[in-house]
């Protein structure tokens, strides 16, 4: 009873709830429309998102990298020795998070449901970004609906209504709250690539749940959906060179491929049936590969994640998903907007991440590559040193040079609650905290923050 009891409250802290609808309201599911512009750069919702510590990492082992965390440009260097199509026009991605709580006719929270929706803006092609959103509308609908087989909204909720009836009149000791959540994460974005990483987890009871990844990538020049085979004019020589990595690097886990080869299973067959799609997704070092959870190892042991770098795909993948090659330098600041001097440098966005926050101006000089606006969850006693962890995406774009985005957000008067990040040209993560200075003033602070409250 007590692991239940820890368990509704750990899927709980997961969810920030704006309000609790009556069973009612969704009868009728009424499929989501594309954020405007305006709903796009407000973003409702808890900036502790992506990923909660209870939700992603409930099959993560440490031995296994949590791709949420690590596969970011940190190792990004030593694997990008390809270099593809030019860098191309800035792509920006908005995220928008939908969260609705329903209770019983007794007033009893029983179900929680959220998804992120991303919204991709290119200025100079907007039908290619068109295209990419209506697919990604699409994708919330099969979830809203359950048609992708996650259960859906109604179906989910209607289990929910009879579970808690079943525990209320018979005193079972069973958890009466669902919970159903999917996130969304941009992994690599340029002008020749769009990738998304999703997370889904679905809670009806039991120790776990039911939850797994799935890629989503797209032609960042016409918007249509990329498929493995349409990477490579060499579609055999392209998956011969994914398998044949994937093999080598799970041989190099010596404990991994024996207990792939585990009941008289031929590892290497069972490696080359995760090459499929859905299964995959483009980030800055590479191709990664990932199984079902459960698929090549026991759930309870951690998901391998397989990234396979650009370099090993040259010659065999066309140049033009390779990476693009970057240059420059850059440097961030932050200021007061009304502190910012008319025509001194281009705004090229405005973010409201705060309803009640200050106008402030995030200036960059030079050329940042992947900047990104996030909330933060905070570990207090990490077992990795780091307590700081990217939280609700709010706002990304490939690139910046010369330019600044107007902010709308909260500072801080203890530990931050807003992070603002970059990679450089070498692929190397730079990472701030939106912090007070001095008296009244506002700075941009490194992970040093942490000794602050």
């Not at 965390?69 to 190792?75: A, F, M, N, T, V």
């Not at 502190?339 to 995030?362: F, K, N, P």
């Amino acid at each position: 009873m007590k692991k239940l009891l820890s368990m509704i409250l750990c899927f709980s802290m997961i969810f920030s709830l704006c309000a609790c609808a009556k069973l009612e309201a969704i009868r009728n599911t009424e499929l989501p429309p594309l954020p405007t512009r305006e709903q796009a750069e407000d973003p409702a919702g808890d900036p502790a998102e992506e990923p909660a510590p209870a939700a992603e990492a409930v099959a993560e082992t440490a031995a296994v990298s949590d791709p949420g965390q690590s596969e970011g440009p940190g190792d990004a260097a030593q694997s990008v020795e390809a270099e593809g199509a030019e860098l191309g026009d800035r792509v920006t991605i908005y995220m928008k998070k939908t969260q609705e709580a329903f209770d019983a006719p007794d007033g009893s929270l029983i179900f929680l449901f959220s998804y992120v929706t991303p919204t991709v803006r290119i200025d100079e092609r907007p039908q290619t970004a068109e295209t990419i959103n209506e697919q990604l509308r699409l994708l919330d609908e099969l979830y809203i609906s359950g048609t992708d087989g996650e259960g859906g909204k109604n179906q989910l909720l209607e289990d929910a209504l009879d579970n808690y009836t079943y525990v209320r009149a018979t005193g079972a000791e069973l958890n009466t709250l669902y919970s159903s959540a999917r996130t969304a994460k941009s992994v690599r974005a340029d002008g020749s690539v769009i990738s998304f990483r999703y997370w889904t987890s679905v809670y009806t009871g039991g120790m776990s749940g039911k939850h797994g990844y799935l890629g989503l990538s797209f032609d960042g020049q016409t918007g249509e959906k990329l498929t493995l085979d349409a990477l490579s004019s060499d579609q055999a020589a392209f998956r011969k060179a994914l398998v044949d990595n994937l093999i080598a690097q799970a041989k190099e886990d010596r404990e991994l491929y024996s207990r792939i080869s585990h009941n008289e299973v031929d590892a290497d067959t069972a490696i080359a049936s995760v090459v499929r799609e859905g299964n995959w997704y483009f980030s800055e070092e590479g191709i990664v590969i990932f199984p079902a959870f459960g698929e090549l190892k026991p759930e309870s042991e951690g998901l391998p994640m397989f990234t396979v770098p650009y370099s090993a795909l040259v010659g065999v993948m066309d140049a033009r998903f390779l990476p693009a090659k970057r240059d420059g330098d850059a440097s961030i600041e932050i200021v007061r907007l009304d502190e910012m001097e008319d025509g001194t440098i281009q705004s090229v966005d405005r973010l409201a991440v705060s309803e009640d926050g200050e106008e402030l101006y995030l200036k960059i000089s030079g050329t940042a590559f992947d900047v990104t606006v996030c909330g933060i969850y905070i570990i207090d006693q990490p077992e990795d040193g780091e307590r700081f962890h990217e939280g609700e995406r709010y706002w990304y774009s490939s690139y910046m040079s010369d330019c600044g985005l107007q902010l709308c957000a909260a500072v801080p008067h203890g530990l931050p609650d807003l992070m603002i990040s970059y990679t450089d040209a070498d692929y190397i993560p730079h990472r701030y905290f939106l912090s007070e200075s001095g008296a009244g003033g506002i700075a941009l602070v490194d992970d040093s923050i942490e000794a602050v409250g």
